[in-house]
């Protein structure tokens, strides 16, 4: 089973770096206990940062340490690692709403309404099952 899951690039990501600003590029992927994404600045392993994800009007914010850092076609590729368990669950349920957010989104480019609980019982009907859980990767 894979570790990680690709992540809708249309949401976007906020990180908050205290020195130097970093522009983010996009949202790679989601792990277990961390996250990668596109930068235009290296990030130094052990630099503390603050993740932000818009949804659904709300702003999910995490903190998070960056483990590696390497270049990309995109600029640099930064992996980090959730501060807490919680953090990680969290973070899984965000990037179930990105997916439903995106497939109503989809929906309504095919002239289809859908309101959001709808749109989250079609994707959790047809995809919920294929979305890898980290908890039982680990048996």
Partial sequence: M???IRHPTDVPLNVKVKNPPVRIHGLKDVSEGGLCFHSDKKLPKGTVISISIPVNNKRYEESCVVVWCRPSKKGYETGV???S???AFRARMVEQICYIEKYRK???GQGRVLAWSEAAEEWIARY???FPDFNKSKK
């Fill in 2 to 4: 894979r570790a990680y």
């Fill in 81 to 83: 690692r959730f501060q």
């Fill in 85 to 87: 368990s919680e953090s």
């Fill in 106 to 108: 989809e929906q309504l």
């Fill in 128 to 130: 919920g099952a294929s």
